[in-house]
Every structure is written in C-alpha cells, then in structure tokens.
C-alpha cells in the first residue's frame, strides 16, 4: 500500500490554479450509452426515476416510478416459530448451530412471500430517422442542476435533448431544440415489460396503463399510469394508435406523467389515472422556463449546501470514464468531489419527503426481476443509504427512510407477537413497499433480529442532529418499542450468565467452527446495537420526563450484555468464542459496526478495543464488493488514517470488473457491487465526509484523516449533532487554518482539530473534563475481556488540540490557527 501510494506521488500532476471549468460538477462522455445500462445516466425527483442513455437515432428514456412495486399488501411471519423457539435456542447453546440452522429453515422462515420487487415502468422510445450518422457528439449529466444534455450534428444541423425530472412539476420533461427551425422530426412510443400492458394514444396523450407482478403467491395490484404529452413549436403533431410523431417543428417538449394507485404499505385505493392526468395537466399549463426554473430552485435548496473544494488538475478536463479509467494511477482530486457530490445528487434524487426511501438501487432499475429484488435489505444496506444525509446536510431527505422505520414498529408488533411471543415489534433482515418484517431468503441470512434496533437509531440520530423535541416526541414509541422487544427476548447465556439474543447471527457470515451455520447467541454486532437503543431509549425518556420504571428495566438489562472481547490475533471477537479466522475476508464486518455508525469504539476512550478493531480492518483486507468498500472508507477515517481511506476510495473508484473480483465503480459513477447496487455510493459518500469531519467522542473533531496528498483544500456546510453546522473549515499545505461554526441550539460546543487555534473575536479555552453539552453525552460501554494470548499494542495518534466554546442559538463562531 505504501508502495502504490509513493508511486501515486510521482504520478501526481501539478495542481493547476482553480479554473472555474476545471471545478466543474459534471459527469460527462464522448460517446451515447449504446445498450449498457450502466453507461446511462440518472435523474430523478424522489418520486420519478429515469435513466437517459443520450442514444442518437434510437433514444431510451427508461422509467421508473417510487412506488411500482410487485405485489400487494401482504405479513410474512412464520407462526411457527413460537412453537421450536426453545429447541432452537438449546440446540445453539449447545453448539448445534447446524441442526438449529435446519429447523430454523422450517419454522423462523417464511413460507409466503420473501419480498416484493421494485420493478420498472417501461421505456419511453424516441426515434430519430435519418440521425444515424451524426458528428459532434457530447452528454453530460449537470449534478449542479440535476439536468442531462445529449447533442451532437447530422447534415450541419446540431440537435440537442435536455432531460429533467421535475422536483416541484413531478414530471420528467424532455426538451428537444435544433440550431435550425424546423429541422425536428422523431416518433415517440412507450415500451414495457408488464404482462399485458394497454399503450395507446387518446387524442394527442400517449399512454401506457398496466399492474405490477404477482410474486411469490401475492397479487400484483399496483396499477400505474403513464401519459406522454408533447407540446411542440411549428411543425406538425400527429397521433397514431400506438405513438405520437412530431414532424418539422422548432422545438419539442414532452412531458411524462406517471403515478400509481399506491396510498400506503396497507392501502393502494388511489386513483392512478385521475393523479397522473392532473399532474400533467398542472406542467402542462406551465412553459418550459418556468418548469426549468422551479426544478433547480428546488434542488440546489439542497445540493448547495456543502460544497468542497480538494483542488483540481488537467485530468478533470477529461470525460468522466476516462477520469475513471485513470483514477488509480493518476492524481484527480477533483474527481473525488465529483463522487462526493454525485452521492449527494443521487440522495436528493431518489429520496424525496413524503416518497419511498431510496431503495437497493435508489429508484433506479430496469429489470422485471431484480438482483435482491431491490428492495431493502437493513442488515447494511438500507441504513449505509443514510448515512450522508443529516451530515452532508440532507436532514430532511432522511424522512422517507425515518417513516419505513415507523410503518416496520406498527408491522413489525405483529411478527414480534406471532413469532416470538414478544411485546414490542421486530423486524429481520430485509424489508419491502409493504414493510413486511417477517424472516426471509434462508435462515443463513434471514435470522437476524437486530433489525429493529439498528434502523430506529436513525430516529434518534435525527434528534441529535436537530435537537427537536417535538419530533422525539412523536418517535419516541418507536425507540421504546424496538428496546421492549429486546427486553422480553433477551435470555440468559448459560454459561457465563450474560443476556443475549438466541437465535442471532453477525450478518451472513458463518465460522468454520459453527459447521458452516450463521446461527449463534450474542453475537458482538447484536450486543453493539442493543447497548445502543438501551441508551437511546433511556436519554429519550430522561429528556421527554416518562417512564421512569422501562429506562431503569433498561439499564439493568443493559449492564448484563456481553462487553466486546478482544481474540487470540489481538481483533475484536465477531462471536462469543473466539473462533475468528484471520484469513477471512468476508464482505460484512458487522461487529466494526461499534467503530461505525456507532462510536463505542474510539481511540481516546477504548485504545484496546480500537487497536483490535484495527487487527480485524486488516485482517479482513480492503477490496470487497462496493458497499463494504465504502463501509470501509468510514472505518479508516474513524481509525483517523487517511491514506488508508484514501487508499479505499480508489479501490472503489475501480471501473467495475476490473478489481480482483471485487467490486468498482460503472461508467455513470454508480456502485458496483456488482451488479449495480447504490450504498456502495452512499457509504463513500458518508467515508469521505468522516474524513473532514466526525460528530463523535463528545465531540466534533475537524480534519481527522485528512490523506497526505489532500494538501489544500475546504468543505463548506457539513451538520454535526447539538445542531451546529460547520460553515467552512478551511486546510493549507496539509494545516488547518479557519473553521467557521454557527450554532443553531446553542450548548458548549467542544472541538477536536489537528493545530492549535485561537477564536478571532474572544478566547478559546483548552477542554477539560466531559463534554456538558447532553447532545454529546456518551454511554460507556464496560471494559473489553482480552484474551491471555493477545498482544495489545497501544494506538500513536498524532497530536490534537481539544477546545471548549460557550455557543449561542443563532451565533457563528471563527476558529483561526495560531502561528507556531
Ligand atoms: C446483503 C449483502 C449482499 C448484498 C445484499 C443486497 O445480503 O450481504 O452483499 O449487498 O445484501
């Protein structure tokens, strides 16, 4: 590694002074996608998805839509996991995992459906005869404006194609213009891979009207609907049985409803056609401009908000797959804010409030069937998606997922009750549209009960984020309801008396020692995630005055979890026993899981725990598949290593089957895993921004793996929990030199950063004792258990400097360093 990283040093190129185009936030080709998917690129608004492959005679437009999901409302639980639990239980104290394993199969299982998917609409085709031979040609996707742009020149003539999905219109419009009037001819028709779909034409609206899938013996009953309405200047429209054709106009718009009768996961009584009819009828009214106008208005609320600057360099005149091509061996730090943003983009573009959560693929998929049905797995998956959101200052787009997680506390009661005989609510490792919570795929995989646990975290990371009561308020049920399932499901282990789930895996990896089996009781990543809703729930209920009895239950239970043991090799034990392989590479590390998300790992409070969590980062090896990769990228920034970070980022930024069998990145950016799966976007989205700044220790801690060739740069409108928001923090020739903090709530604001600074207009005060700042309040997790055999070496951390500052609602305060 360090090899690689003197050989990137003698490649690097000069970093040119900032030319505006050089900073550019555009992903860009020289040539159309042909039939690869993964050439095309995405525009979305939350509620509308599209891939644009900027084709020239043949263009595809291929659609989607948040909620055209297979199926219908539907429970899987399995009844009859009450019955074995007990035997199922024994058989994994006794170190029977296998046999555990098989009558899990039968009874924890589902017998119904394993998930619905998320499937696509169809295909909007526009055919440009005569374009065949064509010069000039260029596509872009502008992520400043969230629009993509084909053009290129047939007979003199240049053609050019502006796509969009409105955010406040909710249609995609695409806008066809010529350099020369008259001159725009193609024929538009739908495609789609719903059996038995109705395309026809009523006046001069093209539509599309079919229903979703049956899948695993649940009805198919989304209906959705697609109309195409094109508004055209000069020339002529005419509408045929199947197509609209538009001949020798100046411009062309076409506008593209689409809607479905979906309400909510237990409700679909809406009424596709009148909702997709007035939402074209709204755009329609409305000009081009005008649409085009409110559509960046709305995103750039959003996607405005940070902006980073890592310098830049004559690669980021090239297009981007060659970028991509390039990135391992030659230096492009402009292509990494590029990434960065385009994770932002895809947030903004595929999670909208009051909309679906961005699912396995965003709410981008062009397959009937696909991969893991894309729907949510959140054992990972579903929660690395969110990870940027409240820091890369996306706090509002968190909503969709924050609402799945209370439609999975009222779904999820059901399944506790009927499987386990538990209050509270449950859900496994993967959950859909129709927010079923029951066990899937296998019990390999599906027997996983920490699913409640992890996801309601996001509900308090909202609050600590925001600091509103009022919204703890109104989640509060739901922390409280994850925490009592696992007070009535916690038993004792027999051998060493601690509490534990029984059964519990650490997500889909099975040691050798257990035959092969997932299964275990107390798993380390279990007893992480349930420290933590404990904790939550407790300073929930202290801060909104309630149950008193349920926070101290709580904290008795909370004592009686397993404390992290550290192994044989010096790693942090995956399981109870220590039986990790060092030469295992498996794509979960869940048990890190307690370094990130969570911090009860952490090189100031833990040292052991965080060198042996470092042992297992090695030991696990670093390329993967996209989204452990990305996870990895956040690992390293919070082992305060950037060049390994750093190193992670270009394992990832790897056009996709091109790294030893791990996974990279597509020609559009998108994560491979592959196939294309986006938390691999999200997670290094999170892992570059952990890199700048980390909310964590009681602390906000700026520039804490800066890699050594980020020699100058700045990161603007990054959030931290207590409400602050880091309006710039500012580096030059590898020292911090300015950060500017404003303060929304007020509360002591306590600073972790690489120099020694002082205020501009008052004094900094060195830190001492714990952070009095409740936002910041850390629960302690006991002392780690290390084995006999171990060697513990304590972590060198480079020098930082540790600030306490008074801060008021509403105030800015500026750091600057002190010039030594
Ligand atoms: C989990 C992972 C897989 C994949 C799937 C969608 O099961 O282990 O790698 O990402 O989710």
Redesign the pocket.
């Known amino acids: 590694m360090i090899q690689a990283f003197h050989c990137l040093i003698l490649l690097t190129i000069t970093i040119s002074s900032l030319s505006q185009k050089n900073q550019d936030l555009r992903l860009w080709y020289k040539q159309p996608s042909g039939d690869i998917w993964e050439n095309a690129l995405p525009i979305g608004n939350g509620r509308l998805g599209a891939m644009v492959y900027g084709n020239v005679e043949k263009e595809t437009i291929q659609l989607n839509e948040h909620t055209v999901w297979s199926g219908s409302p539907n429970r899987n639980d399995n009844p009859l996991a009450l019955d074995s639990l007990h035997i199922i239980r024994q058989l994994i104290f006794d170190g029977k995992q296998k046999e555990a394993e098989n009558i899990a199969n039968r009874v924890i299982i589902t017998k119904k459906s394993h998930g619905q998917m998320f499937q696509p609409v169809g295909n909007l085709q526009l055919s440009f005869k005569g374009h065949e031979n064509y010069s000039n040609y260029y596509r872009e996707l502008d992520i400043e404006k969230a629009i993509t742009k084909t053009s290129y020149s047939v007979d003199g003539i240049t053609y050019t194609r502006e796509t969009f999905a409105a955010f406040a219109d909710r249609v995609i419009i695409v806008r066809i213009t010529s350099s020369k009037p008259g001159s725009i001819s193609f024929i538009a028709s739908f495609s789609t891979l719903h059996k038995t779909p109705r395309i026809n034409t009523t006046g001069n609206d093209l539509t599309l009207t079919a229903i979703t899938s049956d899948h695993e013996s649940v009805k198919g009953m989304i209906r959705f609907k697609g109309i195409v309405r094109i508004k055209q200047e000069g020339g002529i429209l005419i509408s045929n049985d199947t197509s609209l054709i538009v001949k020798n106009s100046n411009t062309a718009t076409i506008y593209i409803s689409i809607t479905t009768n979906f309400n909510n996961y237990n409700d679909i009584s809406g009424d596709e056609n009148k909702r997709a009819i007035n939402f074209l009828n709204r755009a329609y009214a409305r000009s081009y401009a005008a649409i085009l106008n409110s559509h960046i208005t709305a995103y750039q609320k959003y996607f405005n908000r940070v902006k980073l600057d890592l310098g830049t360099n004559e690669q980021a005149k090239l297009p981007t797959d060659e970028r991509l091509k390039n990135y391992r061996s030659v230096f492009d730090p402009h292509f990494v804010s590029l990434y960065y943003q385009f994770g932002r983009y895809l947030l903004i573009s595929s999670s909208q409030p009051g909309g679906q959560p961005a699912n ?1 693929q965003g709410i981008w998929n062009n397959k009937m069937r696909p ?2 049905d894309s729907k949510y ?1 959140i ?3 579903a929660e690395m998606n969110y990870w940027p959101a409240e820091k890369t200052n996306l706090s509002e787009l968190h909503q969709p997922f924050l609402e799945m997680v209370k439609d999975m506390s009222v779904t999820g009661k059901q399944t506790a009750k009927e499987m386990y005989n538990a209050r509270g609510w449950v859900a496994h ?1 993967n959950t859909d549209i129709w927010r079923a919570t029951g066990a899937v795929d296998g019990a390999l ?1 599906g027997v996983w009960l920490a699913a409640g646990g992890w996801t309601s975290q996001h509900l308090w990371e909202h609050y600590l984020y925001s600091g509103d009561k009022n919204f703890l308020a109104s989640i509060y049920p739901v922390l409280k309801g994850a925490s009592t399932f696992y007070v009535d499901f916690l038993i004792k282990h027999p051998k060493n008396n601690w509490l534990v789930i029984n059964p519990d895996m650490s ?2 990896n099975a040691p050798k020692a257990h035959q092969g089996s997932s299964l275990d009781a107390g798993t380390t990543m279990t007893n992480q995630i349930i420290f933590d809703i404990f904790s939550c729930t407790i300073k929930a209920a202290g801060i909104l005055k309630k149950d008193i009895a349920f926070a101290d239950t709580l904290k008795q239970k909370r004592k009686q979890l397993p404390p992290m043991q550290i192994g044989q090799y010096g790693q942090l034990q995956e399981w109870l026993e220590d039986i990790d392989d060092p030469k295992d590479d498996h ?2 590390i869940s048990h890190l899981y307690g370094l990130f998300p969570s911090n009860q790992i952490s090189p100031h409070r833990t040292p052991e725990l965080y060198h042996a969590a470092k042992i297992t980062l090695l030991h696990r090896g670093d390329v993967s ?1 996209g ?1 452990s990769m990305g996870w990895k990228v956040n690992w390293w920034a919070r082992m305060l290593d950037g060049n390994h970070a750093y190193k992670l980022i270009q394992d990832q930024l790897t056009p996709a089957g091109t790294n030893q069998g791990g996974g990279g990145t597509y020609n559009n950016l998108f994560d491979a ?1 592959p196939p294309f ?1 986006i ?1 691999g976007n999200f997670g290094c989205t999170s892992g570059i921004t952990e890199m700048l700044m980390q909310s964590v220790n009681g602390e906000i801690h700026l520039l804490p793996a800066m890699p050594d060739l980020w020699q100058t740069g700045s990161i603007s409108g990054l959030r931290a929990i207590g409400g602050f928001e880091i309006i710039n923090i500012e580096w030059k020739n590898a020292k911090i030199v300015k950060a500017v903090i404003r303060s929304t709530i007020g509360g002591n604001l306590r600073v972790r950063v690489p120099g020694r600074m002082k205020l501009n207009n008052g004094i900094l005060k060195d830190a001492v004792g714990k952070n009095n700042n409740p936002f910041f309040h850390i629960e302690e997790t006991p002392s780690p258990i290390i084995s006999p055999k171990a060697a513990i070496i304590m972590p060198q951390i480079k020098e930082t400097f540790v600030y306490d500052l008074p801060t008021l609602a509403g105030k800015t305060y500026t750091l600057i360093a002190v010039q030594q």
């Open positions: 396995l991969p893991w797995t054992n990972i998956n490792h995989w997500p889909e794509r979960h598949t989204w895993h799966q938390d």
